[in-house]
């Protein structure tokens, strides 16, 4: 897929974000968004998967840890082809499929259950792990936010992982500097972030999170990667692409009401045709 498209899919699904967020009135706006170019890259170019096999042996995994940002998950698998997009708005209603954080036996494609912070990148530690035994070539990848590491058992993951030389593991940290409570560094500093990764054995790429020439490099260059794992971390806008949510904690875990949806929306149909007008 060209730079443009992946940049108009990109814009489509945080359009769709803002559209379920609304219709169920409840979940989290600046992550989803802010991750939008990321789960495009990877389920549109990075990732070798099937969505007519959700269960192929063979397919890579991906956990997402930060269940909270499921709503990107959600929409850019729809538009990927695991289900109806017209489905998308039904995000946490009642018996709906598309829960509030993902459920890996609701839907066709989900890899992990997550909600407790801390916990995806044990659990894609475990698949990695499982390739490896099993001599597979698929890959696991892991998105994790840099919030959840102020829990302990994500620095006891990345010790085993570095300690285990796992190069089949590919962990991208949504380095967008907030949380429910303020800013990362306000609320536990984490900086510096990828020297701490380095000092565990990791191989370490920092990027703009919202250059897909730039993300999809990075991805390449962990592939090519043997002796340790990578990590990615992707340096992104929380809130991207609607300016009045931009890098504005607040927006970690409300929604918008109509009349902000109806500006969001606005603003990204604005980008969209911008975006087809300088690729013309």
């Known amino acids: 897929m060209t730079i443009k498209r992946l940049e108009l899919q990109a814009t489509q699904i945080r359009q769709d974000i803002i559209k379920m967020l609304l219709e169920a009135g409840s979940g989290h706006s600046a992550g989803p968004l802010g991750m939008a170019d990321i789960f495009t890259a990877l389920y549109f170019d990075v990732l070798n998967i099937d969505p007519k096999k959700p269960s192929w042996p063979d397919r890579d995994r991906l956990v997402l840890s930060c269940g909270h940002i499921c709503p990107v998950l959600y929409a850019t ?27 890996n036996l609701e839907l066709p494609g989900i890899e992990n259950s997550s909600g407790p912070l801390g916990q995806g990148l044990s659990q894609a530690i475990g698949m990695a792990l499982a390739a490896r035994l099993d001599n597979k070539k698929w890959r696991t990848y892991v998105v994790l936010s840099d919030g959840e590491h102020d829990e302990g058992q994500t ?126």
């Open 77 to 103: 698998m729809a538009h990927r082809g695991y289900f109806p997009v017209e489905e998308l708005i039904t995000l946490r209603k009642f018996g709906t499929r598309l829960h509030g954080h993902p459920h």
């Open 155 to 280: 620095w006891e993951a990345i010790m085993f992982a570095g300690k285990n030389e796992l190069h089949n593991l590919t962990a991208v940290i949504d380095r967008n500097n907030i949380q429910i409570d303020g800013f990362t560094e306000d609320v536990m500093p984490l900086e510096p972030l990828a020297d701490k990764y380095r000092s565990f054995n990791w191989h370490v790429l920092e990027i703009d999170g919202h250059n897909f020439e730039d993300i999809i490099a990075a991805f390449r260059h962990a592939r090519a990667v043997f002796e340790k794992p990578t990590v990615i971390i992707a340096h992104t806008i929380p809130g991207k692409g609607v300016d009045f949510m931009e890098s504005d904690y607040h927006w970690h875990g409300k929604v918008p009401k109509s009349d902000e949806a109806k500006l969001a929306l606005k603003e990204l149909r604005t980008l969209r045709g911008k975006i087809t007008s300088e690729h013309e």
